[in-house]
C-alpha cells in the first residue's frame, strides 16, 4: 500500500454503538466521549440515534435522552472533530436534518438500502444547501451485485455527496467480495469511497483493509467495538494497524487507546464480542442492529434466535423492516408446537 494515503475516520460509537445500549446514552457520557475524542482529533464523530434522527420510537427502540441535545452538547465541546449526524429517509426528514444543522452538525450520512439510493435525492441536495458535507450511506451492500452498487452510488454522486459509502450492514461481506465493490466505485466515481464495516464475521479490519487497498480513503469505526451486532471496525485498533503500515489518520494513537479503556469500556453493559447470535448476523446476512430484537422475540416466542436470523436472511429482510421479526418468531412458535 502507498503510504501517500491519509485517511479520514469517522467515530460511530455514539450512532451505531447507540444499538448496543438500548439508545440509552445521557448528556454526560456523549460529553465526555466527545471532548476526549475531539482531543484525540478524531476528524469526524457521528452522533444520533442508532437508527438515525428521529429514530427514537417504539419500533426502532426509544431513546433515553432527546438526541437534539445529544448533538448539541458534542457540538459545544468539539473544536477539531465535526459532528455527523445520520438520516434515513422514512425515519428522519428534512426538518430533522434543518434542526440538527442549526445546532452545528457539519456533516449529513444519508442512508438508503442499497437498491434505494433514489429515496436520497432531496436529503442529499437540501444537507448541500445547509452547508454539510454530504455522504452518501448504501446500506446492506451485500445484497446487491456489484453493477448494481456502482448505479446506485453514481445516483447519489449526482445527487451532490461528496463520499459514498460501501456499508456491510450485516458483517457478511468477504474480503474479495469488498475488493470488487470499492475497485468498482473507484473506477467509476470521481468523489471520495467509504466503508463501513461490521465485525459479526470478524472481518470488519480485514475488511476495512481490503477497502483502504482499493482506495477507500473515508473509513469508519467503532471505539472499543462499541456497534450493533459484534461492533465494527474497532478504531484504536485501526489507527495503530495504519500507524504500523506507514498511512496516516491524524489520531492521536495513545489518547484513542485511553478514551477505550478509561472513558468506553465502563459503559459498555458487556464487552463486544462476537457471539453465535452476531456471528449468525454475518453468516446470514442480516441487518446487525436486528440483535436485540431477536433476542428479546426469541425469548418471548420461546424460540431459538438463530432459527429467526437465519429465516429474516432467507426472506430478505431489511432495515425498516423491524416488525417482521415478531412475525417470523410467532411463525417459528407455531410450526413448533405442531411438530
Excluded: W
Excluded at 430478505?316 to 417459528?332: C, F, P, S, T
Amino acid at each position: 500500500m502507498s503510504n501517500q494515503k491519509e485517511i479520514k475516520i469517522t467515530e460511530v460509537a455514539l450512532r451505531d454503538g447507540s444499538h448496543a445500549i438500548s439508545h440509552q446514552y445521557t448528556v454526560e457520557q456523549v460529553t465526555a466521549i466527545t471532548k476526549a475524542l475531539n482531543e484525540a482529533r478524531v476528524p469526524y464523530i457521528e452522533v444520533t440515534h442508532g437508527d438515525g434522527l428521529g429514530g427514537s420510537s417504539l419500533q426502532y427502540g426509544l431513546s433515553l435522552t432527546d438526541e437534539l441535545k445529544l448533538i448539541e452538547s458534542a457540538v459545544s465541546v468539539a473544536d477539531f472533530s465535526k459532528i455527523a449526524v445520520l438520516l434515513l429517509p422514512g425515519i428522519g426528514t428534512i426538518e430533522d436534518l434543518k434542526e440538527a444543522a442549526s445546532i452545528g452538525a457539519k456533516m449529513a450520512r444519508v442512508a438508503t438500502h442499497v437498491t434505494e439510493a433514489d429515496v436520497s435525492k432531496q436529503h442529499i441536495e437540501t444537507a448541500k444547501e445547509l452547508g454539510m458535507e454530504t455522504v452518501g450511506f448504501l446500506m446492506m451492500s451485500h445484497m446487491a451485485p456489484v453493477e448494481k452498487l456502482v448505479e446506485q452510488a453514481k445516483l447519489m454522486e449526482n445527487y451532490g455527496a461528496d463520499t459514498v459509502y460501501v456499508v456491510d450492514s450485516a458483517g457478511a461481506l468477504l474480503p474479495h467480495q469488498v475488493t470488487e465493490r470499492i475497485k468498482a466505485l473507484r473506477q467509476e466515481l470521481s468523489i471520495h469511497i467509504g466503508f463501513h464495516g461490521h465485525n459479526n464475521l470478524s472481518l470488519a479490519m480485514a475488511n476495512t483493509l481490503a477497502a483502504i487497498e482499493e482506495g477507500a480513503n473515508r473509513i469508519d469505526g467503532s471505539i472499543r467495538c462499541l456497534g450493533a451486532g459484534a461492533g465494527n471496525t474497532q478504531t484504536e485498533v485501526l489507527v495503530a494497524v495504519l500507524d504500523k503500515m506507514g498511512i496516516q489518520t491524524g489520531v492521536d494513537l495513545y489518547k484513542i487507546m485511553d478514551i477505550a479503556e478509561d472513558i468506553v469500556a465502563p459503559i459498555l453493559p458487556k464487552p463486544q464480542e462476537i457471539t453465535k447470535d452476531s456471528l449468525t448476523l454475518g453468516y446470514a446476512g442480516v441487518y446487525s442492529s436486528f440483535l436485540l430484537h431477536s433476542n428479546r422475540a426469541a425469548e418471548k416466542f420461546g424460540v431459538d434466535s438463530r432459527d429467526i436470523l437465519v429465516e429474516l436472511g432467507r426472506r430478505e429482510i431489511v432495515g425498516g423492516q423491524e416488525d417482521m421479526i415478531i412475525d417470523v418468531a410467532a411463525e417459528l412458535a407455531k410450526a413448533k408446537a405442531t411438530v
